[in-house]
């Protein structure tokens, strides 16, 4: 098996059906998250037949963050790398939320806490609010299936804990 590599900047295309694609950018790696890989959805489809430039698509609007591993999901064939940008946007503002115990029953948790990408420390929010629920994306490391789920569907195949 050829080995795979992958730098930050690099940008990635996912087939959503016949018709049409979606990109996202690997941006970071998170030392809070297992030292993850960090990547930002972009918000546009493109028709299949169109290949818009890098610059284009790392200035296109981005829909969520997420970790994962990459090439798992170049190994599936889930996605492709078409390009590379230095361009990575801000990092300073990225936040991800997690929490370390949920009632089953209700997917409920009192227990929330935030990190900024880039820190090595969380903070304890306790009950998740509105303002955290906003500024910030669920942390865990998600298999490649369910970021394409997600970019496909706009939301995780399965109910978050909230």
């Known amino acids: 098996m050829k080995r795979i590599i992958t730098k930050i900047g690099d940008v990635f295309c996912v087939k959503l059906d016949e018709e049409r694609k979606r990109y996202f950018q690997y941006i970071a790696n998170d030392l809070y998250q297992l030292n993850s890989s960090t990547i930002r959805v972009f918000k546009t489809d493109y028709p299949m037949n169109i290949d818009p430039c890098i610059d284009e698509i790392v200035a296109d609007e981005v829909e969520f963050y997420s970790h994962t591993i990459l090439s798992f999901g170049i190994q599936a064939g889930l996605w492709q790398k078409v390009g590379k940008s230095n361009n990575v946007g801000c ?67 399965y109910a978050m804990p909230h």
Request: with cysteine.
């Open 91 to 157: 990092l300073d503002s990225i936040m991800f939320r997690s929490t370390i115990d949920i009632d089953p029953s209700t997917l409920k948790s009192y227990n929330w806490y935030v990190w900024k990408l880039g820190d090595e420390d969380s903070c304890s929010i306790g009950e998740l609010n509105e303002e955290y629920a906003q500024l910030s994306d669920f942390g865990s490391v998600f298999p490649p299936e369910e970021i394409v789920e997600r970019i496909k569907h706009g939301r995780w195949p």
